[in-house]
T-cell receptor
């Protein structure tokens, strides 16, 4: 079983719309979460981290973490065609050197 | 410019041949990683290196070995490549625990 599960597998949103991605961990040792984005032909690049309960906003991106349920979400406001990519949720424990990735959510922003 | 560089970007090898994937970083990061990416499986950790000659197995180390003789350089070696090792391999590095992991652009390896 994947320790980091993402949903949905894919998502299509209109330009200017809101995209919502979900991630759940099955390992209570995972307390540190990241969102990474990967454009076609490139390596993943970190979007943002979230280590505390609640919301964290960076520009058009907002992450929300609920440590009790080990659930983290990412919301992309005012989606742009350049946001079309594969989005990974990743988690680590307090030692923090080993990131475990989910399978990813493919986001397509329709012009 | 903070960068992780992987060579080569594309590689085709025959089954049974040895494969060397090379990676360099210019950020003086202590920790380096090798991941592979396959459709439907996400990114899987092969090996992690905490510094020169300080390497640990990741989640899928079987069939791979690594070498790190200089802090800025980390190699992945496949001895006698198998067709199921066809994948995209990513090298990455990070400054310390729970900090951003920087990825290279990947090497697409095809074993025929």
């Amino acid at each position: 079983q994947q320790k980091v599960q993402q949903s949905p597998e894919s998502l299509s949103v209109p330009e200017g719309g809101m995209a919502s991605l979900n991630c759940t961990s099955s390992d209570r040792n995972f307390q540190y979460f990241w969102w990474y984005r990967q454009h076609s032909g490139e390596g993943p690049k970190a979007l943002m981290s979230i280590f505390s309960d609640g919301d964290k906003k960076e520009g058009r991106f907002t992450a929300h973490l609920n440590k009790a349920s080990l659930h983290v979400s990412l919301h992309i406001r005012d989606s742009q065609p350049s946001d079309s990519a594969l989005y990974f949720c990743a988690a680590s424990n307090s030692a923090g050197n080993k990131l475990t990735f989910g399978i990813g959510t493919r986001v397509l922003v329709r012009p | 410019d903070m960068k992780v560089t992987q060579m080569p970007r594309y590689l085709i090898k025959r089954m049974g041949e040895n494969v060397l994937l090379e990676c360099g970083q210019d950020m003086s990061h202590e920790t380096m990683y090798w991941y592979r990416q396959d459709p439907g499986l996400g990114l899987q950790l092969i090996y992690i290196s905490y510094d020169v000659d300080s390497n640990s197995e990741g989640d899928i180390p079987k069939g791979y070995r690594v070498s790190r003789k200089k802090r800025e350089h980390f190699s992945l070696i496949l001895d006698s490549a198998k067709t199921n090792q066809t994948s995209v391999y990513f090298c990455a590095s990070s400054y310390r625990a729970n900090t951003e992991v920087f990825f290279g652009k990947g090497t697409r390896l095809t074993v025929v």
